[in-house]
C-alpha cells in the first residue's frame, strides 16, 4: 500500500500537476493533500479546482482558513516588516483573485483526516495537531515531538507549513513533514510531497522531488502583480 501526500500548493498550478505526473507515474493507492492550497502564486482558483475535481481529501492550511473566509491575516509568522509587507500584499491579490467556488470549496475542508494504512493510524494536519499554524520545525526540542506522539492518537503524524520536509520517528510515532508543492523554502526549488508506503504491518516514508518550470512560475507572478521578490524566492527555494 502507497500513499502520496501533497501540501502546501500555493496557487503554483505548474508544479501540482508536474506532482500529479509524477505521483500518477509511481502508482499509488490514494493520494491526499495537507492544504495551503493559495497564497503567493498565480493561480489560486484553477488549483483549488484541480484538487476539488479530482476528489482528494483535503485539509485547509492556515491560508485557506483565511481566504475562504475574507480575511485579512493568514496568520503566518513574519520575521521583518518587509516579510510582512509582502505577506499583507500577498493576502490581499489572493483575497481579489479566488473567485467564489474555490472560497466555497475551501470553507468547507476539516482541520484534520484520519485515515488506516493496516492497521497504522495516520493523522494529517497541516501545522500541528494542536494549532493550523504552529511551526513543526525538524530543530524543535525532542520533547515537544515526545508530547505530541502522546496526546496524537496515531502511528504516523502527517504535516506541512514549514516548506522545509523532514522524517524523523519520536515515541514510537513517526513524523513526517511532506515540504512544499508549490513554495519549497529548503533550497531545492522542486516540488515536494511524501510518500507513505505499508510493509510488514509499519509504515515508512520517503520525501519525492519533482523538477517543473519554476522561472516560468516565476515570471506569471510578475505579470500577475505579486511582488517580485515572490518570484525570486520560488526560483531560490528560500
Not at 482558513?65 to 510582512?84: K, M, S, W
Not at 506541512?160 to 523554502?185: A, D, M, Q
Request: proline share 5%; aromatic share 8%.
Amino acid at each position: 500500500m502507497r500513499i502520496a501526500v501533497v501540501t502546501d500548493i500555493h496557487a503554483n498550478l505548474a508544479a501540482l500537476e508536474a506532482t500529479l505526473d509524477a505521483i500518477d507515474a509511481i502508482g499509488v493507492d490514494a493520494v491526499y493533500c495537507g492544504g495551503d492550497l493559495v497564497g503567493y502564486g498565480p493561480r489560486p482558483s484553477e488549483v483549488c479546482h484541480r484538487v476539488e475535481e479530482l476528489g482528494i481529501p483535503t485539509v485547509y492550511g492556515n491560508y485557506d482558513h483565511a481566504i475562504a473566509r475574507d480575511l485579512t491575516d493568514c496568520g503566518c509568522a513574519y520575521v521583518t516588516p518587509e516579510d510582512r509587507e509582502i505577506g499583507q500584499r500577498s493576502v490581499a491579490w489572493t483575497l481579489l483573485h479566488t473567485d467564489t467556488r474555490s472560497k466555497e470549496f475551501m470553507y468547507g475542508l476539516p482541520f484534520e483526516l484520519r485515515f488506516r494504512m493496516g492497521e497504522q493510524r495516520v493523522l494529517l494536519v497541516h501545522g500541528s495537531p494542536r494549532k493550523v499554524n504552529e511551526y513543526l520545525f525538524e530543530d524543535k526540542p525532542a520533547s515537544l515531538y515526545e508530547r505530541l506522539a502522546r496526546t496524537s492518537d496515531c502511528d504516523v503524524l502527517v504535516v506541512g507549513h514549514t516548506h522545509r520536509p523532514w522524517i524523523r520517528e519520536y515515541g514510537g510515532v513517526l513524523f513526517v513533514n511532506c515540504g512544499s508543492v508549490g513554495k519549497p523554502r529548503d533550497g531545492d526549488p522542486r516540488a515536494s510531497f511524501a510518500l507513505l508506503e505499508l510493509a510488514d504491518g509499519r509504515v515508512s516514508a520517503s520525501i519525492e522531488r519533482v523538477a517543473y518550470d519554476a522561472e516560468q512560475v516565476a515570471r506569471e507572478i510578475v505579470a500577475a502583480g505579486l511582488p517580485g521578490v515572490l518570484a525570486e524566492r520560488l526560483v531560490a527555494a528560500t
